[in-house]
Nanobody, 122 residues
Framework: VQLQASGGGLVQAGGSLRLSCAAS??????FAWFRQAPGKEREFAAG????????YYADSVKGRFTISRDNTKNTVYLQMNSLKPEDTAVYYC??????????????????WGQGTQVTVSS
């Protein structure tokens, strides 16, 4: 089982990035993106149900980030627009075989990808 995250980088405030999370090895019902800034706990950013594409967002990213999935590529994306310096963090994709309906608890997700760094300069 593998979750391969990619797409991070350095961007100026107001810019955009798209993160990708390619899944392999098993079927998942729930995906999410979490992020962890230096010295802070890992926090939920966005989640999606694989079957009906229902999406969930933290208030801090609502209206700026969009989570989506591509069945044919078994990949989940996080489109991040209007980025702010406070969005700087390592971003992690997470998945589980259960329907988690956007739970924001780290402990609910059984599978994790490696992080990808997002840095937003002011």
């Amino acid at each position: 089982v593998q979750l391969q995250a990619s797409g991070g980088g350095l961007v100026q405030a107001g810019g955009s990035l798209r993160l990708s999370c390619a899944a392999s090895g098993r079927t998942f019902s729930s995906f999410a993106w979490f992020r962890q800034a230096p010295g802070k706990e890992r926090e939920f950013a966005a989640g999606i149900n694989w079957n009906d594409r229902t999406t969930y967002y933290a208030d801090s990213v609502k209206g700026r980030f969009t989570i989506s999935r591509d069945n044919t590529k078994n990949t989940v994306y996080l489109q991040m627009n209007s980025l702010k310096p406070e969005d700087t963090a390592v971003y992690y994709c997470a998945a589980d075989s259960r329907f988690l309906y956007g739970t924001n608890r780290v402990s609910d997700y059984a599978y994790w990808g490696q992080g990808t760094q997002v840095t937003v300069s002011s």
